[in-house]
């Protein structure tokens, strides 16, 4: 439940807390009275005059304060459905598309404005973070339990989070120790005998000083084979994550400081299983998968000078990540050691309408990965790559709200790649509030990556394809411009209620991209520079209704459109719809709730369009499209002030892709490929679940 707070008390609030520091760092928050963080547009503070409270959260709110358009995903929002991980807290989005990447690893990915997830910046409370190795199953790794909420935005995003946004960004906020019960736990198990225990643990550690202790762990180690194919529907795996967190707050002094540690380790057995697999002599596909991962952050403001609002923020990120994967004779192991340094000075020219944000910012990222491929027809030595990138980066952005209800932001950085040169990002971000119920933006910018070819294209190990190699040595960084602008309405209601109407279009242009062309040769995959044209367009519209009191509809449709070149052994050009995207999307969800929030009651309906299938016979294959498919959630919440207790169904019509492992028969053979994956792979699934919050919030 949210405190209302009053004009005055926001501003006493501003001037006692530094939440300045998030004013600088933070490109997208919301105002979250509640914990009096307060809200930022693309890095840049903005003076709130009201603060707006709704005793009841919906579970979907397009923010109407950020410049760029923001779609948070609240608390309440993670809790219509079971939300195991971050990749199913978006089954309610129209905006984000989650799906299995292949059909045997288990590894999930996510798609924003039609490209993969690898083109947003992921964020961790403004940290960015599932870069590189760990982006490959990091999607999994993160529990909705632990999550307050989730902001997504569209376009590129502020230059002070980086250089590498091209399609949005995701910032995930955790449960702070500092305004958390202090003993939060959440348990589920469902009917492919998959449990799960998540806590959270918030204490005072001393004078001004908070300790949490976020704890998740997982186990799944039945075998299901429900089509047969004596694959493995899921993988059997075991995770254990563990997350320490430390929040100090010197009003006095003006400091606030936040410290972290995280542990992470995944073991997972997939592919063929004796269990499921009668044994005819012949040597079975098994996949072998482990993953650790351990990450020390810190982030610290300080108010200086006499400007209120004046401040210095200084962010610190080390991460080492392991991984070893093997599919059938095909294997993939790596290290990645990361640290990200970053330090910002915000303030203004003359007044509040005019603010800036300007600092430097260092990325160290070293790799040490090798491939093997002991396939009979593909036998080749382990090719290993090493690498080590610096980027070091300067940055300014600079702010103008305008009393007439405008307001621009323009903001620019340089960065220096030891591996590719230099690289200017330009980005601009304007908002105008047409009188109290219509909102225009628009924006554009360029964003870069550093391409990791096999890492970034981990799903298709799980086929018998080669992977030729020979040119990922001289791939260059990939480098895009974003545009697109969205207007939304607000429409008054009775009962002080509002409806949101939204529509919105993005467009993506490529000028580098690193291409894993599978079409050239059914039997491998080549990578190479682009040479021509890939774009992508996305329209999208939505529709959120309080109906009635307590009862809330989302709606949600979009299009998509994508293209990218490829290019043949003479070097001819095709530029050919982007396999595996789907064209469309449609949502619906409906979310009644009694008074107080004793019962609570959600329905989703997904329809998914079709998408292309990659040719298996060239560049000139006669177009085969996967067919469109509906997906229907369900769950029954009963809550009280100490225990909750939920129930539901997943894909409660138990729609699954036919034979997703294509020569599953002979998987050491050249036409085996579990990779195209378009559809669900786990039919319905009924599961069940219990919260338990103890002690008070303080």
């Not at 030595?381 to 080590?388: D, L, S």
């Not at 990922?472 to 602008?485: H, R, V």
């Not at 999307?585 to 709730?593: C, D, M, Q, V």
Request: aromatic share 12%; hydrophobic share 40%.
């Amino acid at each position: 439940m949210w405190n209302v707070m009053t004009t005055g008390s926001v501003r006493r609030v501003l001037r006692k807390c530094l939440a300045v520091f998030y004013l600088t760092t933070a490109s997208f928050l919301s105002v979250q009275a509640q914990t009096g963080d307060t809200a930022s547009v693309a890095g840049v503070g903005v003076e709130l005059e009201e603060v707006t409270v709704s005793a009841r959260r919906q579970g979907t709110i397009l923010s109407s304060l950020t410049q760029l358009k923001t779609e948070t995903i609240t608390s309440s929002g993670l809790m219509k459905m079971a939300c195991c991980s971050l990749s199913e807290s978006f089954e309610n989005s129209a905006t984000v598309s989650a799906g299995y990447s292949d059909a045997i690893s288990g590894a999930r990915t996510i798609r924003l404005l039609g490209l993969s997830g690898m083109y947003s910046s992921m964020l961790d409370e403004n940290i960015p973070t599932m870069r590189g190795l760990s982006a490959t199953y990091g999607w999994s790794y993160i529990p909705a339990a632990w999550l307050e909420s989730i902001q997504i935005s569209k376009g590129a995003a502020s230059v002070v989070n980086g250089y590498e946004s091209v399609t949005g960004q995701m910032n995930l906020e955790f449960r702070k120790p500092h305004n958390s019960e202090p003993l939060f736990v959440n348990l589920y198990a469902d009917d492919a005998r998959h449990w799960e225990g998540n806590a959270a643990v918030a204490l005072p550690a001393g004078r001004n000083l908070w300790a949490g202790l976020l704890l998740h762990g997982v186990s799944a180690a039945y075998v299901h084979d429900k089509n047969g194919d004596t694959f493995m529907d899921m993988p059997k795996y075991s995770t254990v994550h563990l997350y320490n967190r430390w929040f100090y707050l010197n009003e006095e002094k003006g400091i606030q400081s936040r410290t972290g540690v995280r542990y992470l380790h995944d073991r997972r057995k997939a592919g063929q299983d004796s269990a499921c697999h009668a044994n005819d002599g012949l040597p079975l596909f098994e996949t072998f998968i482990t993953n650790r991962n351990i990450t020390v952050y810190n982030k610290t403001g300080i108010a200086v000078g006499n400007k209120e609002g004046q401040s210095v923020g200084i962010i610190g990120n080390f991460t080492r990540h392991e991984q070893a994967s093997d599919f059938g004779k095909k294997a993939f192991d790596g290290v990645q050691t990361s640290l990200y340094l970053n330090l910002l000075f915000t303030s203004f020219v003359r007044s509040a309408a005019h603010r800036y944000t300007a600092g430097a910012s260092l990325a160290y990222d070293r790799y040490d990965t090798e491939y093997l491929d002991s396939l009979a027809y593909n036998a080749t030595p382990p090719t290993r790559f090493r690498c080590t990138e610096a980027v070091p980066g300067v940055f300014v952005e600079y702010t103008r709200a305008n009393p007439a209800g405008w307001t621009l932001t323009l903001g620019l950085r340089a960065d220096r790649n030891s591996l590719f040169g230099w690289m200017v990002t330009p980005r601009a971000h304007f908002k105008y509030d047409v009188g109290n119920y219509v909102i225009v933006r628009a924006s554009a910018g360029r964003g870069f990556r550093s391409p990791n070819a096999i890492a970034d294209n981990n799903r298709l190990m799980a086929s018998s394809r080669r992977f030729e190699t020979d040119e990922i040595p001289y791939l260059e960084m990939e480098s895009a411009w974003n545009t697109g602008g969205s207007v939304t309405v607000y429409l008054p209601l009775q009962e002080d209620r509002r409806a949101a109407l939204s529509i919105d279009y993005f467009h993506t242009e490529f000028q580098r991209q690193t291409v894993a062309d599978t079409e050239r040769d059914r039997h491998a995959v080549y990578f190479y520079n682009l040479a021509g044209r890939s774009y992508a367009d996305a329209w999208q519209a939505d529709l959120s209704l309080p109906l009635l009191e307590g009862f809330d509809l989302f709606a949600a449709f979009r299009y998509n459109r994508n293209k990218i070149t490829y290019t043949g052994e003479d070097g001819a050009r095709y530029l050919v719809d982007k396999p595996l995207v789907s064209a469309c999307r449609g949502l619906l969800n409906l979310s009644y709730a009694t008074r107080f929030k004793r019962w609570v009651f959600d329905a989703t309906a997904q329809i998914n369009g079709p998408s292309r299938m990659p040719g298996m016979n060239g560049y000139h294959s006669q177009k085969i499209y996967s067919p469109a498919f509906p997906v229907l959630f369900a769950q029954i919440s009963k809550n009280s002030k100490r225990f909750d207790m939920y129930a539901g169904v997943e894909n409660l019509l138990n729609k699954t892709q036919d034979n997703p492992v294509r020569g599953w028969s002979a998987p050491f053979h050249l036409d085996f490929d579990a990779s195209l994956v378009w559809g669900p792979l786990l039919g319905r699934k009924i599961y069940c679940g219990v919260r338990i919050r103890i002690g008070e919030i303080k």
